[in-house]
């Protein structure tokens, strides 16, 4: 499903791990890795910036090819917007996916903070894997070893009632590495006890026969209905459940329509403590 990844890195470690857990996901053959110097730094610092960002991204393109990676290829860029470089990169290289680290420092610092996420998320038509830092900066050792080639393995969806919220979970079970999927329906609110249990009926029997009629590679599709705000109960199901991933599709339709297009996704990656991964619909 992703066999051609597009990674910036700034260099940071952080940065580093992100690069170690890219070689055990499942299905890549190709990896550009991608450096961005701003035009905010100085004209007379940029060349020597640009010349040792080439020496280091060879030096870790090494690496990632050492990690089994088929085919590691390298750019520096200059650019005034990491988000449009980032972008323009990918779109150069037809990349399926884009994969960033969430802390750091440079370009890593800014998903931090929400501002280089929320451009690629809302500019990009690619797919976007936001690892998150708590994951790979606590884990260490045999643990981190383990828990990279996992990162596919139990997949949290948030869906409704269009077909839209649903590609998300077509697209997952066609991964063999993806052991469960579980489709999660989000109960935001309702006029009365009533009302709420007709809702929870109505989505009970729509996500049964939903996950009933899915064909899958082997991977087990649950589905849970759950109470709340919708961004909050997911992030914190995932944490109950200790999923290994967040799994969204930006769309206009359905619950997601309730704020501006892309925002639900963009509040789910800045809160969440989970790898997220947004897939574009085709």
């Given amino acids: 499903m992703f066999r ?73 860029m200059v650019h005034e917007s990491p988000a449009a470089g980032i972008d323009d990169a990918a779109n150069r290289n037809n990349s399926d996916i884009i994969v960033m680290g969430a802390r750091g420092k440079s370009i890593i610092k800014g998903l931090r903070l929400g501002s280089v996420t929320q451009k690629v998320l809302h500019e990009s038509k690619k797919n976007l894997l936001i690892m998150r830092g708590p994951i790979i900066e606590t884990l260490s050792g045999e643990k981190f070893q383990k828990y990279c080639p996992l990162i596919f393995s139990r997949v949290l969806v948030p869906v409704d009632l269009t077909t839209e919220s649903w590609i998300a979970v077509e697209q997952l079970a066609k991964i063999p590495d993806v052991q469960e999927i579980i489709a999660a329906f989000v109960i935001s609110r309702g006029e009365s006890e009533q009302e709420i249990e007709r809702l929870k009926q109505q989505a009970g029997d729509e996500l049964e026969k939903k996950c009933s009629q899915l064909p899958t590679r082997g991977a087990e599709i649950r589905w849970r209905i759950l109470e709340g705000d919708l961004v909050t109960r997911i992030n914190d199901y995932a944490q109950e459940t200790d999923v290994s991933l967040v799994c969204t599709v930006p769309t206009e339709k359905g619950f997601f329509a309730e704020m501006l297009h892309g925002s639900f ?8 403590t989970k790898p997220v991964l947004v897939i574009r619909r085709p």
């Avoid at 055990?24 to 110097?37: A, F, N, R, S």
């Avoid at 060349?47 to 088929?70: F, Y």
């Avoid at 509040?267 to 969440?272: F, I, M, N």
Wanted: with cysteine; glycine share 4%.
């Fill in 265 to 272: 996704s963009c509040e789910l990656a800045r809160q969440a």
């Fill in 4 to 76: 051609r990844i597009l990674f910036p890195t700034d260099f940071s470690d952080y940065a580093r791990r992100v690069m170690d857990c890219i070689a055990d996901l499942p299905g890549v053959m190709e990896v550009v890795m991608v450096h961005i110097v701003g035009t905010n730094k100085p004209a007379s610092l940029r060349s020597d910036m640009v010349s040792s960002a080439r020496t280091r991204i060879e030096s870790e393109a090494t690496l990632l090819n050492n990690l089994g990676i088929p085919s590691v290829r390298t750019e520096v």
